[in-house]
């Protein structure tokens, strides 16, 4: 079974259209406006192993906020239709990833239940044109819209692109990981009986 979705939002700010795959292999296609995000995408399809097409248009020429937000929205909503019912998954996942001077953990629950934690602290304001009070709101809609808790912990780290990097990389692994079947689980990882 295909564990895929595409997502189209079109508001007065922004054109959306996403796809993800997430038995995928790390294809990605990217036109979204914002080169830092789309570097950050990358990454994150590469190391989660998901296929990801995001094609956007957004007012940029304010700044990238509603382009990053809306993205995250899309992100997460195409993330909740692929997983499907999530009988099966491992639901937890959990990734460490230096990067250079940075180390980052993200831990998820695919739970149904959105909640960020994000004990992060950013030394510079922009990396580039991009602001970086934009990551937090990227992973707040992220998870607000897959229904997944997310805790970010960044250890250490003072170069803020690769603070950033380790997280988007942690992300994706722990999102991998979260999401990927486990042969020995049967119907739903939950004493419930639904996530």
Same mark, same amino acid.
């Given at each position: 079974?295909?564990?895929?979705?595409?997502?189209?939002?079109?508001?007065?700010?922004?054109?959306?259209?996403?796809?993800?795959?997430?038995?995928?292999?790390?294809?990605?296609?990217?036109?979204?406006?914002?080169?830092?995000?789309?570097?950050?995408?990358?990454?994150?399809?590469?190391?989660?192993?998901?296929?990801?097409?995001?094609?956007?248009?957004?007012?940029?020429?304010?700044?990238? =906020? /509603?382009?990053? %937000?809306? *993205?995250?929205?899309?992100?997460?909503? $195409?993330?909740?239709? &692929?997983?499907?019912?999530?009988?099966?998954?491992?639901?937890?996942?959990?990734?460490?990833?230096?990067?250079?001077?940075?180390?980052?953990?993200?831990?998820?629950?695919?739970?149904?239940?959105?909640?960020?934690?994000?004990?992060?602290?950013?030394?510079?304001?922009?990396?580039?044109?991009?602001?970086?009070?934009?990551?937090?709101?990227?992973?707040?809609?992220?998870?607000?819209?897959?229904?997944?808790?997310?805790?970010?912990?960044?250890?250490?780290?003072?170069?803020? =692109? /690769?603070?950033? %990097?380790? *997280?988007?990389?942690?992300?994706?692994? $722990?999102?991998?990981? &979260?999401?990927?079947?486990?042969?020995?689980?049967?119907?739903?990882?939950?004493?419930?009986?639904?996530?």
């Amino acid at each position: 079974m295909s564990r895929e979705a595409s997502i189209k939002r079109k508001t007065g700010e922004t054109d959306i259209q996403l796809s993800v795959q997430l038995d995928g292999e790390g294809q990605i296609e990217l036109n979204t406006g914002v080169p830092f995000l789309e570097h950050m995408l990358h990454l994150f399809a590469k190391h989660g192993q998901f296929d990801l097409t995001v094609q956007a248009e957004g007012d940029i020429e304010v700044d990238a =906020h /509603h382009t990053t %937000e809306d *993205i995250a929205i899309c992100l997460g909503e $195409a993330f909740k239709r &692929a997983l499907g019912s999530k009988e099966g998954i491992r639901r937890y996942g959990s990734a460490i990833v230096p990067m250079d001077d940075a180390l980052a953990q993200v831990v998820v629950d695919l739970s149904n239940r959105p909640h960020l934690e994000y004990r992060v602290e950013l030394p510079s304001e922009t990396v580039g044109t991009f602001d970086t009070e934009l990551v937090r709101e990227f992973f707040w809609k992220l998870a607000l819209e897959a229904r997944m808790n997310v805790h970010i912990v960044v250890h250490y780290g003072h170069n803020t =692109h /690769h603070i950033i %990097e380790a *997280i988007f990389k942690a992300c994706a692994r $722990a999102l991998r990981e &979260a999401a990927s079947i486990d042969p020995n689980q049967r119907g739903l990882m939950s004493t419930k009986g639904m996530l």
